[in-house]
């Protein structure tokens, strides 16, 4: 619908910028402060010029106060004002590639440092993310945010949709949409030859200027569903334009009152939609993944999948473990000593989202940026490592461990519902002791715990400030640990008892446990019988290599193209492992691969290189899924390879762990008559990605491998899932790929992202009955394991005299470990009844003296959460995203909290003991 009114013309000058991406953080950081540095002189000379938007984030202004701090209370001033528009994000990152919960971390964050300034805006601005979440109407109404203004990711809809339009999240919220269809450049560079690059030199013309306003605002009327405009006078590291209100003027005058143009905001932009739109706006829910009228790029979930390894690590350390562990030991010990893990945390949380601007965590940039990006996550990495290890020893230290002799071992749960599952881990003994390693494990009851050694070694550790030799061994065990809580094991001396069972069941190239059998072809593809529903699921796991001549940013096959697959090797297979709880073999394949592409680039290189793909396949006693571990060293270059699993169901969906939710997606792609780049089946993925019938499925689960495929055979009869191993490209962009039209950066050399060296990757197969719900238990358990860590620990050191030199560590006191400590050896800190719901952080209020637990409904159904705390609790509320208090919530006679949860909605709850 096109309103035959007055025009109301927003323009907004400004600039996007990225961090790092064809140069260096450094590099653009000196054009940053020039840029900043020009526009004070310019807002302060020249009021009429009265507002700009610095981009949505407030990393860059860090980046500029860490070398202009004398310039901290100019920026305040303008801020405050309203001349400079700032956040309200940390970082403008994907919100794919990242976690839900540092999505959360990325607005507080940014929300902080836009007050310290003087105010943000409160506009969702995402304008260049290769895509949209469905769930980020609701993280944003979570942050008091009431629209969402985006370019990319827009398919069929748009047509319908137009340029304004509500968005409901699965739970109903709602925000305002404001898609810019041309992007966030339309009126870029006005009255230049270049609407993106370096202007300086060139002559500028009004006329021109003109023209392209009107193109503009002609372009604009396709999709307008109100009388207003929005028109963006900026690009990529674009400077303030100092014509703009000249221009404004002249255009005006050119517009004969068939509209005004006014300078202006995203929220001035906001308002004026609302006030037009009286209830004639569609309403859309779900995700934005498409690129129907801009290149959507999704070739990046494969990019440098490294990247994406990494950054999934370090964000479950944070979030599983180190944050819920640091609040559980200051609830416990209450020690002054523990104020400065909040601050710590935020120094581990601010490295960690410094990688995940988009251009980082795609994996789109020079190798020098993507380089620099292994010091930050190693910053955050050793941060939360001391903080889990610090944590869990001081826990240990409140726990009575008195039931029983022996080492006590801790075992810490960081999910919300209790897991009978296997533990792995160390125990170190003294080395001098004869008898080191000679043990068995009973629980806290005294029964006996069946367990496996998997390998002893001797260990050198700093105990106390002492050097000590030790007798590692490796363990696994049964365990049985309470929701969000531990339990304390002993290994007890003395000569083990273990049992002689022979389960998994041992077969000539397989196993069987109580849940499935497997067995390894000749080709090292696997079958597996799901012993639960009957399935059989045939030529799993077979490795398929093929070219690609596209960059950094999308996949593209070839004229000639070419596949190897391991269906045609012979493969190498040895049992590794087997005993009472764990049977593993080895599989080995070689595929004589292209080393890479032709010289013209339109079919694969001759010449040939060997690719050995190592895989461990382990499955264990008493425990659902077949896990594997593979591992390779790429010397090849431009291909690309996954692993396949065909699924025998021939299903319409895919079910696929998402943000906050489980996403439902249709398999067949859309009509792409028109598109400006053709969907592809690679799609975004969390920790898994299922197919079921409804009666029974197939899911497969992964740590830190965000790209999947889903297609059909060739006959349509059957659903395929490929998990993508490689993806090795060496151009940042290029303008010769049959799967795009355009180049969409720099056409830049780029041999890391070739990927040569060793890689690893952990995925695991599981068949199941029913459908996803009997899969998300499974895969975030597979991403969070139990932790286990010996629990006598020195309370702490008494130093007899000050001044230590050397190795002499005589005048060094430990402090003898208490056996008996306040709390049990069993305890949750947190139980949440209720099925679907899925607690996601547990923390420390980062405004007031309690605890924060979040999570979500997976469900769409309503729930109806009941939250034990181990402590007596004082108050209970109800906050949002940004841990403020909206309401109390009644405690129960049995010091429980009761609350419910609309279907698909986020809750966060404080706790104050």
Excluded at 50 to 74: C, H, I, N, S, W
Excluded at 417 to 438: H, L, N
Excluded at 690 to 714: M, Q, Y
Aim: net charge negative; hydrophobic share 35%; aromatic share 10%.
């Amino acid at each position: 619908m096109i309103i035959k009114k007055k025009l109301h013309i927003t323009i907004i000058p400004h600039t996007h910028w990225d961090r790092a991406w064809y140069c260096t953080f450094q590099q653009f950081r000196a054009r940053l402060i020039r840029l900043i540095d020009r526009l004070v002189r310019l807002l302060e000379g020249r009021p009429e010029y009265t507002t700009y938007m610095l981009d949505g984030q407030m990393l860059v202004f860090e980046d500029y106060l860490e070398v202009r701090p004398q310039k901290k209370e100019a920026l305040k001033q303008l801020i405050k004002q309203g001349r400079i528009q700032v956040g309200p994000w940390y970082v403008l990152m994907d919100e794919f590639l990242v976690s839900p919960e540092s999505l959360i971390r990325n607005l507080m964050l940014g929300f902080r440092l836009a007050e310290e300034l003087g105010g943000g805006m409160r506009e969702g601005y995402v304008p260049d993310g290769f895509g949209h979440i469905a769930q980020l109407p609701q993280i944003l109404k979570g942050f008091g945010i009431e629209s969402a203004i985006f370019w990319r990711g827009m398919g069929n809809e748009g047509k319908r949709l137009g340029s304004e339009f509500f968005w409901e999240a699965p739970d109903g919220s709602t925000v305002l949409a404001i898609w810019m269809p041309h992007g966030y450049h339309n009126v870029s560079n006005l009255g230049y030859p270049l609407f993106w690059g370096d202007t300086s030199q060139m002559k500028f013309s009004l006329e021109y200027a003109l023209e392209r306003i009107e193109r503009a605002l002609d372009n604009a009327e396709t999709f307008a569903r109100t009388g207003t405009r929005l028109l963006l006078n900026g690009v990529d590291h674009q400077e303030a334009q100092k014509e703009l209100p000249e221009i404004i003027s002249a255009a005006n005058r050119q517009l004969k009152g068939r509209g005004i143009i006014r300078q202006g905001t995203i929220s001035d932009h906001i308002t004026e939609v609302l006030k037009q739109a009286k209830g004639r706006l569609e309403r859309f829910r779900g995700e934005f993944r498409w690129g129907r009228y801009s290149e959507i790029l999704q070739g990046v979930y494969a990019t440098r999948l490294y990247l994406k390894q990494n950054n999934h690590r370090v964000e479950t350390l944070l979030e599983r473990y180190a944050e819920p562990l640091a609040a559980a030991s200051w609830l416990m010990e209450r020690d002054a000593d523990k104020n400065h893990l909040p601050a710590l945390l935020w120094t581990a949380w601010r490295w960690l989202l410094k990688n995940h601007p988009h251009d980082d965590i795609y994996g789109c940039s020079i190798d020098q940026v993507h380089e620099e990006m292994g010091f930050r996550f190693s910053q955050a990495e050793q941060i939360a490592n001391t903080i889990i290890w610090d944590s869990l020893r001081s826990i240990s230290r409140q726990v009575d461990f008195s039931s029983q002799n022996g080492t006590p071992l801790l075992v810490y749960n960081p999910l919300n519902w209790g897991r009978k599952e296997m533990v792995s881990g160390f125990i170190d003994f003294d080395f001098d002791d004869q008898k080191a390693g000679q043990f068995y494990l009973v629980d806290g009851q005294g029964n006996k715990v069946s367990f496996q050694i998997l390998k002893r070694e001797d260990h050198f550790s700093l105990e106390v400030l002492k050097p000590n030799r030790k007798k590692r061994v490796h363990v696994l065990f049964q365990g049985d640990i309470p929701s969000c809580g531990y339990r304390a094991y002993y290994a007890v001396r003395g000569n083990p008892s273990l049992s002689n069972k022979t389960h998994p069941g041992i077969l000539e190239r397989g196993a069987e446990n109580e849940f499935m059998r497997f067995r390894i072809g000749e080709d090292g593809s696997l079958t597996v019988d799901d012993l639960v529903t009957g399935a059989r699921y045939k030529d799993l796991h077979i490795f398929n290599d093929v070219e690609d001549a596209g960059d950094e940013y999308s996949y593209s096959p070839c004229l000639k193209s070419e596949m190897i697959t391991s269906r045609d090797s012979k493969a190498s297979v040895e049992r590794i492992e087997e005993g009472p709880l764990k049977v593993s073999y080895r599989i080995r394949v070689l595929l004589n691969i292209p080393e890479g592409l032709r010289e013209d680039r339109e079919a694969r290189s001759e010449k040939r290189e060997a690719l050995i793909i190592t895989s461990n396949v382990t499955l264990y006693e008493g425990q659902p899924g077949l896990y594997v571990v593979t591992e390779l060293d790429n010397q090849a270059r431009d291909h690309k390879l996954s692993v396949s699993f065909p699924t025998g169901i021939n299903a319409q969906k895919v079910y696929i762990d998402g943000h906050f939710m489980v996403v439902e997606r249709d398999i067949d792609l859309p009509r792409t008559e028109g598109w400006i780049e053709d969907p592809t089946p690679m799609m975004h993925q969390r920790t898994f990605v299922d197919i079921s019938s409804g009666e029974r499925g197939l899911a497969i689960i992964n740590k830190g491998l965000p790209a999947v495929e889903v297609t059909r055979d060739d006959t349509e009869a059957e659903v395929l899932i490929s998990l993508t191993l490689l993806r090795c490209v060496g151009w940042l962009s290029r303008d010769d790929l049959i799967t795009r039209r355009t180049m969409v950066g720099p056409i830049i050399e780029t041999p890391g992202g070739q990927c040569p060296g060793f890689h690893k990757y952990e995925y695991m197969i599981l068949p199941h009955k029913d459908d996803w719900h009997e899969v998300f238990k499974e895969a975030y358990s597979f991403n969070s394991p139990l932790t286990l860590t010996r629990a006598d620990t020195h309370e702490g050191l008494e130093l007899k005299e000050m001044n230590i030199t050397g190795d002499d560590y005589s005048r060094v006191k430990a402090v003898p470990w208490k056996r008996s400590g306040a709390f049990p050896d069993s305890l949750s800190w947190i139980n949440l009844k209720a099925e679907s719901l899925v607690i996601s952080a547990m923390k420390r209020s980062d405004c007031h003296e309690g605890i924060i637990v979040r999570g979500y409904n997976l469900d769409q159904k309503e729930a109806v959460g009941r939250l034990s705390f181990f402590q007596p609790l004082a108050k209970a509320y109800r906050v949002n995203l940004n841990e403020e208090r909206i309401e109390p919530l009644s405690i129960q006679n049995d010091g429980s909290v009761a609350f419910k949860v609309k279907g698909g909605r986020i809750f966060t709850v404080e706790l104050v003991p």
